[in-house]
Structures are given as C-alpha cells and as structure tokens.
C-alpha cells in the first residue's frame, strides 16, 4: 500500500492530530482501503486521506452527527457511521433522535430542512447552500394552493422532495418507500400528489381502480417538475442495458433495477421497481440467499457505487454521466471548511439551514402525519 509523506503534512494537521490521540492519517489510509477497494484506486486515497483524516479528526472532537445520503459519493459517504447513512427521511428521524449539538447533512439543502423541522433546537449545516434540486427548486407553496383550488377537499400528499414551504401547505408528506401505502389510507376518493409528475404517473397506475390521483400537468395547467436524474432513463437505454450486459428479463439471478422517479414505461420494464432503500432490500435479500450475480439500477450513480463497495461479488453496471449535479456539490473540501468554522468557533451562516419559526410549525404536521401512518 502506497503511504503518504508524514514529513510533507501541514502543521495545522498535525494541531489537529494532537487534539484527538486517537485517530492517525495511517489508520485513515488503512481504512480507506479497506472499505474501498475495489471501488476506488490508490489515486483517489492519496489525493484526498488527509482531508478525510481531518473530517474525521474533527467530527470526533466536537460530536458532530455527519448524515450521509446514498447518492453522495464513496468518499464523502463513508465520513458518515453506517446509523449515519441512509435515505432523506431515514436520516431526518435519525438526526430527530441523535444527541449532538452539530447535525452535518451531506446531501442538499431540502434535505437538511426536514432534519431541522425534526430537530428544531439543533444547528443543521451544510456544505453547499445553494445546491438545489429539480423537483424541490420547481414547485412551491403557492403551486399547491394553486392545486388545492382547483380540487377542493382533495387532500395533498407530497413527496419529501419539496422544500419546507410548499411542506407546510400539504396535508400530508410522503417518501418513496411509503407513497403507495399513504395514498391508500388517506380518506376519499381523489388525492393531489405533487411535485414529482413520473413518479404520481406511477403511483396512478398503482393504485388503479383504488383511488384517482391527481397531478400537476393532469387536465390542468399547474406547475410540477421532474427529477433530472431518474429522468434521463429511457426504455430504449434500459433495453440497451438488457442487451450488453446480458441482463435478459426475468432472469433469475441478474436484475434490472428501477426507482420510482423513472418514466413510467422505464419502471415496467425493469425487474424490479421501489425506492432506493426497497431496491437495497431486495438486493441484500438476495445476496444473501446467493441469488445475485449482475445488477444494473437506474438511478443517481454514486448509489451504485456505494452499493458496489458494500456489495462486492455483485457485478454491477452503471451510468456515470447519470450524476446528480446537485449533491455533487456536497465535496470533502466544503466539509472540511464546516469543521474548521466550528473548531476556530467561528459564525456558522454560510452552512447553517434555518427555518422562520411558523414554517417549521406548519411543516412539522404533514411530516408526523406520515410518521404516523407508516407505522
Ligand atoms: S437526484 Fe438530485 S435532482 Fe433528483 S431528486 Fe435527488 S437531489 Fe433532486
């Protein structure tokens, strides 16, 4: 194994390593190429372990609860303890629970404001404000009064992919693991879903004959958006995918994955179709029972590579052009500044996520509602 040149280390590191006994640049190294091969070369490590031996050195010494979502990038997501990494909402109920003054989010700004309406008290930072989001950026409160005009008495169930504001305008907020069990117990014959129109076309065809569910777009001119990730796969790539990597349909230990934000007709050609951590099930399960040899998943990349590196005698494929260029914001570099800012107790403004006291009371409601009705 490559090693780095201690002689070579700035003094601040070095300040930084006397802080904490217990963490060395050398058991950072080693543990990176534990955890990362073969998803990451020597290159990757070199470049960036002594950043990461400073996040790291630094998340120690002042308990700071780092949130890693999926689709950051091996090296970033790794900073996060395993309890630390999931999905948006999986990591909010976490951050709700966990005893820390600093709550790090790695992922983008509306994500980190369901973490602080669940946490209000807490300091939620993180490492790029202005990383947005499709769906989030797209579609706000005043789209769903508009909706909710249109349809009266039809409640809103709308996906935590949406900022706070439009939050607080629903009645009901919803994930991609839950959306069709929410939908079904909610009262009524019609539900407004928003923003995201693939996966409400989705959930339309789910719940055929259920419920009619109504959508931005759908004999009606409001606004809704897509995912620009999951949007840029086609039926024509996933056929492609089938061919050149001999994924052939309904073979039994090769599958084809699909997230609930892809096209309709991508979701029923795949294998199998859920939300990022129903697709991590179902690939753990059948891991387990040696039932998975080659797996392609449409959806962000960095998902794939992380479940490369936990998964290592899965074949995988991916698209890495198919890159949320929003989370790619989130960079060991602009953690890093976090951590300094709180080490030099220094103002925390440019990373901090904070809320006006009324929306945070007025978001908090859909969001239990749906804690409540997963249960
Ligand atoms: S992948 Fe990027 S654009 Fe798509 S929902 Fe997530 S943050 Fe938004």
């Known amino acids: 194994m490559p090693k780095g040149n201690h002689a070579q280390q700035h003094n601040q590191s070095t300040d930084v390593l006397n802080a904490t006994t217990e ?10 190429y534990n955890r990362h091969h073969p998803s990451l070369t020597f290159l990757d490590i070199e470049a960036h372990a002594k950043t990461i031996w400073k996040i790291r050195t630094l998340k120690q010494k002042h ?28 990591l909010s109920m976490y951050a709700a629970k966990a005893e820390a003054p600093y709550l790090i989010f790695n992922g983008v700004p ?20 202005t990383a947005g989001c499709s769906l989030a950026d797209n579609f706000g409160a005043e789209d769903v009064k508009e909706l909710k005009a249109l349809y009266p008495g039809a409640p809103v169930m709308i996906y935590v992919n949406s900022y706070a504001d439009a939050k607080a305008e629903s009645d009901i907020c919803c994930t991609s693991a839950n959306a069709a069990h929410i939908a079904k117990s909610m009262p009524g014959d019609t539900l407004i879903f928003v923003p995201d129109i693939f996966f409400a076309q989705n959930l339309e065809e789910e719940l055929k004959g259920e419920k009619t569910v109504v959508y931005p777009g759908k004999n009606n001119t409001a606004r809704g958006a897509v995912c620009e990730v999951h949007e840029r796969f086609t039926l024509a790539d996933l056929l492609a995918v089938r061919e050149s990597f001999e994924i052939p349909k309904g073979h039994p230990h090769r599958q084809l994955y699909a997230h ?10 795949a ?3 859920g939300s990022t951590s129903q697709i991590m099930k179902d690939i753990a399960e059948r891991v387990a029972d040696n039932g998975l040899e080659r797996a392609f998943v449409a959806s962000e990349c960095e998902l794939t590579s992380n479940l490369a590196q936990e998964f290592p005698n899965v074949q995988f494929w991916t698209a890495c052009s198919v890159r949320c260029s929003h989370m790619a914001k989130v960079s060991l570099s602009k953690i890093a ?12 403004g440019e990373y901090e996520v904070t809320l006006p006291a009324e929306v945070i009371d007025k978001a908090r409601s859909p969001i239990e509602r749906m804690l409540e009705a997963s249960v």
């Open 23 to 32: 963490l060395s640049l050398e058991d950072v190294k080693q543990e990176l």
């Open 63 to 90: 308990n700071v609860v780092m949130l890693g979502h999926n689709y950051m990038e091996p090296l970033v997501f790794g900073l996060s303890e395993r309890d630390e990494q999931g999905d948006s909402l999986g």
């Open 110 to 129: 509306f994500m980190a404001e369901t973490a602080k309406i669940l946490s209000p008290d807490k300091t939620v930072l993180v490492a790029d404000k």
């Open 260 to 269: 609930w934000e892809c096209r309709p007709n991508v979701l029923q050609e």
């Open 271 to 273: 294998d199998f179709y």
């Open 337 to 348: 500044n976090i951590l300094e800012a709180i080490d030099r107790n220094e103002e925390l």
